[in-house]
């Protein structure tokens, strides 16, 4: 088999000498030369630009024939840069319809994948609810079998000490617990 790649239909050149050419360049020249391929109001710029400044030689020069042919060729290249303008527009409206359109289909895959991640962190939270009742439930109902009332309280706080395992506790700090270790010796 030969060395060279075989063709895609994503390739946007179909000639294989085009590509090489344009591959071997520096991506500068890769982006000039591309321009003017695709886009040839560049190049009808680049002609009118052309044409002004051999225009002003040939006034400096004092050449009224070859000043009047550049301000001719002046004119067929601006002209020319007009008709590839709105032949530019006819001729990529449908590439840029595609554009749009898969921007926007990007844009809505985003907006569901968003739109997805907010609904199963939904249902996670709602997961959790569901298992904090469950377990309020099963308190309250374990509460009635012993025969207690439940609180009306949150049975998640935590418990504050009531007066009677305040009065059992020793209310001396550390240094007086560490002294009575030392006096029970």
Same mark, same amino acid.
């Given at each position: 088999?030969?060395?060279?790649?075989?063709?895609?239909?994503?390739?946007?050149?179909?000639?294989?000498?085009?590509?090489?050419?344009?591959?071997?360049?520096?991506?500068?020249?890769?982006?000039?030369?591309?321009?003017?391929?695709?886009?040839?109001?560049?190049?009808?710029?680049?002609?009118?630009?052309?044409?002004?400044?051999?225009?002003?030689?040939?006034?400096?020069?004092?050449?009224?024939?070859?000043?009047?042919?550049?301000?001719?060729?002046?004119?067929?290249?601006?002209?020319?840069?007009?008709?590839?303008?709105?032949?530019?527009?006819?001729?990529?409206?449908?590439?840029?319809?595609?554009?749009?359109?898969?921007?926007?289909?990007?844009?809505?895959?985003?907006?569901?994948?968003?739109?997805?991640?907010?609904?199963?962190?939904?249902?996670?939270?709602?997961?959790?609810?569901?298992?904090?009742?469950?377990?309020?439930?099963?308190?309250?109902?374990?509460?009635?079998?012993?025969?207690? &009332? @439940?609180?009306?309280?949150? =049975? $998640? !706080?935590? #418990?504050?000490?009531? *007066? /009677?395992?305040?009065?059992? &506790? @020793?209310?001396?700090?550390? =240094? $007086? !617990?560490? #002294?009575?270790?030392? *006096? /029970?010796?």
């Amino acid at each position: 088999m030969s060395d060279r790649p075989l063709p895609s239909s994503f390739d946007p050149y179909n000639s294989y000498l085009l590509r090489i050419l344009l591959c071997s360049v520096l991506p500068v020249q890769f982006l000039a030369v591309h321009e003017l391929i695709t886009r040839p109001i560049p190049a009808g710029c680049l002609a009118t630009s052309y044409a002004l400044l051999r225009a002003y030689k040939s006034m400096k020069a004092g050449d009224s024939a070859q000043l009047n042919r550049m301000f001719r060729f002046r004119i067929y290249a601006q002209a020319f840069t007009l008709l590839a303008g709105v032949g530019g527009g006819f001729y990529y409206q449908a590439e840029r319809a595609q554009r749009k359109e898969l921007e926007r289909a990007v844009a809505d895959k985003k907006a569901q994948a968003k739109r997805d991640a907010w609904l199963r962190e939904l249902e996670i939270r709602d997961q959790e609810d569901r298992e904090w009742r469950e377990r309020h439930e099963a308190v309250g109902k374990a509460a009635k079998e012993a025969g207690n &009332k @439940p609180k009306e309280a949150n =049975l $998640d !706080a935590p #418990k504050v000490p009531t *007066k /009677e395992s305040e009065e059992a &506790k @020793p209310t001396g700090g550390i =240094l $007086d !617990a560490v #002294k009575s270790l030392g *006096k /029970e010796k």
